[in-house]
């Protein structure tokens, strides 16, 4: 039986190790901190599961919270010119039977973990150092580091020549209770905003380990409009700065958290991070090879919201990799093979990432104008767009060339039996 160990207990990390097991592999899990940590430990950036990456959770029997889970079937995008009014178009996260979740990853990494080790796979609690990985790579036929942002990502250099868009970027972020619902829609309605003087903002149903509440994003370039935070103020006034800001840049999303509360003193994050891309395969000091998987390698952009998304599909598309190699040795071509193979999805994603960073440096294209607007009349034009958020290569096809966009709106006006 192929012996493989993974470094890193987070969302990429255990999302293969239950894939190998389900496959027979001999799977261990080493990891810097229990799942009892986990649960009682620090907040962790918001997630969001689309559909697809919820119906890949479900092949391995790791959707444990649908039953709980707030349902986020639509979401509404708000568009904040320079000091105007917003332009907003709304859409379904999925075809009518889908919906998007969003767990607090104190949950949802705990009890994979111990489901984990209850499948059989082996846990070890221990922080890995570069001369521990040197040893592991004589016991194990391949190691999958999965750090995230762990120290030992620095074993993979950074790869300028891969795209990454990277720009220092500062999030801002709080869960919440008592958030006014939008009035007229589902009380599950997602809400995310780009705004031209300031940065983004996600505003969406969460469950925590107390059950349903908000989760509020802030995301800005760091040195920007909203970030406040270097004085790294405590929970409370860390909450009321973020009201402050979303009054000035967002005042619907002000209006609806205005009379909000924290959930509790540990509700709150600030991070500072520049996304960017590094080299899949790590070497090791006697010659060993590792394998980066998910945040290791990609530091996704978080105005797009896409980690979670990204960690999923890089560790399935892992998976399918390792799985179809069979026996053969997992040498430097199989692991700089099994990074391309993702990449073919992780290169539009990064894609998606620019437009969204650069959307603001000229006037909104007249054709991301006329999208809006269309949406407004035909419902499926929204739900493009929205449903490009679960797989953004499809952006590539309709939304970023003029032309394309013209033809696609064209194309929906005629099925209506208009223009
Ligand atoms: C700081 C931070 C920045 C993020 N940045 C973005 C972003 O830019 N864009 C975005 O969309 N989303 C971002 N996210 C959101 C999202 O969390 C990630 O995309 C996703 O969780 C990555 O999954 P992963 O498996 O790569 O790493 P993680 O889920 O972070 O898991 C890493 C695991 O490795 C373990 N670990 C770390 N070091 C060691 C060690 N030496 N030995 C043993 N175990 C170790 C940790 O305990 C943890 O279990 C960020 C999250 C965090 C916490």
Avoid at 47 to 70: C, I, K, N, V
Avoid at 196 to 206: E, R, S, V, W, Y
Avoid at 383 to 389: A, E, T
């Amino acid at each position: 039986m192929r012996k493989i160990l993974i470094v890193g207990a987070g969302h990429s990390g255990l999302h293969l190790a239950h894939g190998l097991l389900n496959h027979g592999y001999d799977v261990t899990v080493i990891t810097g901190q229990s799942s009892q940590e986990i649960r009682t430990g620090r907040p962790s950036i918001t997630q969001m599961t689309f559909p697809t990456a919820l119906d890949y959770e479900r092949e391995l029997h790791l959707d444990f919270w649908s039953g709980q889970a707030p349902r986020i079937e639509d979401f509404k995008m708000h568009l904040y010119p320079p000091g105007g009014e917003a332009a907003v178009l709304k859409g379904r996260t999925g075809a009518r039977d889908q919906y998007t979740i969003s767990i607090d990853r104190r949950i949802k990494m705990a009890d994979w973990l111990e489901y984990f080790e209850d499948a059989g796979g082996k846990v070890v609690i221990h922080g890995v150092t570069l001369s521990d990985l040197d040893y592991f790579s004589r016991m194990f036929d391949l190691i999958v580091v999965a750090v995230g942002h762990g120290e030992l990502g620095a074993l993979f250099d950074n790869d300028t020549s891969r795209f990454s868009g990277a720009r220092p970027r500062v999030v801002a972020q709080a869960n919440i209770y008592d958030v006014l619902p939008d009035a007229g829609e589902s009380p599950n309605i997602g809400w995310a905003a780009s705004a031209a003087d300031a940065g983004n903002m996600i505003l969406l149903p969460f469950l925590t380990a107390d059950g349903p509440c908000h989760s509020l994003f802030l995301g800005d370039r760091r040195g920007g409009p909203m970030d406040v935070w270097p004085d790294r103020p405590r929970p409370d006034e860390q909450w009321r700065r973020m009201q402050d800001l979303l009054r000035t840049y967002a005042p619907e999303y002000y209006e609806r958290v205005a009379g909000a509360s924290l959930v509790d003193g540990s509700s709150t994050l600030v991070e500072y991070f520049t996304p960017q891309v590094r080299n899949p395969v790590g070497v090791l000091p006697s010659g060993g090879l590792a394998l980066g998987i998910a945040d290791v390698v990609i530091t996704m952009d978080p105005f797009v919201g896409q980690g979670w998304n990204h960690s999923t599909r890089c560790a399935r598309s892992y998976l399918q990799s390792i799985v179809e190699h069979g026996d053969r040795p997992f040498d430097e071509e199989f692991l700089a093979g099994a990074f391309e193979r993702f990449w073919e999805y992780g290169l539009p994603v990064q894609s998606f990432a620019e437009l969204c960073s650069t959307m603001w440096d000229q006037e909104l294209p007249p054709h991301f104008q006329e999208i809006i607007g269309a949406a407004a009349t035909y419902p499926e034009v929204g739900d493009r767009w929205i449903q490009g958020w679960d797989y953004p290569p499809d952006f590539e096809k309709w939304l970023y060339d003029p032309e394309k966009a013209r033809a696609y709106l064209d194309e929906v006006a005629a099925a209506h039996g208009g223009r």
